[in-house]
């Protein structure tokens, strides 16, 4: 219960405050050709913020939207970006780094102008003059755990199955995303919403750059 669920073996359950917060997931990064190493990791966070700074309707979405001012509160939410990075199978013996990108003090917005104001940074391009461009994982490339329907990890990667007492999907399940080539992801079905994230894009049914995320995804 310390995590938020109860599992079953005719049910699993996640419990989900009613005054729901807001998510810190905003999207996932891929083909950057950054190592992975927590180094690079705050190099990336480091091209994000900068990026997100340089749209200037991105900071102006939030302080026409806060409900009160405050001068501080889009380089406060743009300054607190943080980023984790995952390694996916793409095939046999082969991994693909991706970079989850959060933000740890989101800014007081609704959660329907959260996401709106999500969606904007996730149709952005982010650019490292020595390790390429990353852009937003879209459509078919983006997570979606089968296990606890998180939106920042492919199911081989949720934690949730390791929880003692657990009757929910296994991580080893042919649903697990991890296992499969990022290109069969295209018959994947992604739930229309879920508490941790969100994401909508440029008119593609409410995701990222193109499309977007939500989930619990924060472990």
Avoid at 19 to 44: G, K, M, S, V
Avoid at 190 to 217: F, T, V
Wanted: aromatic share 8%; hydrophobic share 30%.
């Amino acid at each position: 219960m310390d995590m938020g669920t109860c599992s079953s073996p005719e049910a699993t359950c996640f419990f989900v405050p009613y005054n729901q917060p807001l998510p810190r997931y905003i999207c996932t990064l891929e083909h950057f050709t950054f190592p992975d190493a927590e180094a690079r990791n705050l190099a990336i966070a480091e091209i994000v913020k900068r990026t997100i700074s340089a749209d200037h309707s991105v900071s102006e979405f939030i302080h026409k939207n806060i409900p009160s001012p405050d001068a501080e509160a889009a380089l406060r939410a743009i300054n607190s970006i943080c980023i984790s990075s995952l390694n996916v199978s793409v095939a046999r013996n082969t991994t693909h780094t991706v970079w989850n990108v959060h933000v740890d003090s989101p800014p007081n917005l609704s959660l329907k102008d959260y996401f709106e104001w999500t969606s904007r940074i996730r149709n952005l391009l982010f650019i490292s003059e020595d390790y390429g461009s990353a852009t937003v994982r879209t459509e078919e490339r983006q997570f979606v755990c089968s296990g606890c329907k998180s939106f920042d990890h492919p199911m081989g990667l949720c934690l949730f199955p390791k929880i003692q007492g657990w009757f929910g999907p296994a991580a080893s399940t042919a649903d697990d995303s991890s296992k499969a080539s990022l290109n069969s992801r295209a018959n994947h079905s992604a739930p229309s919403s879920k508490s941790n994230a969100s994401p909508r894009g440029r008119g593609n049914r409410g995701r990222g750059r193109g499309q977007g995320k939500k989930g619990r995804g924060q472990h």
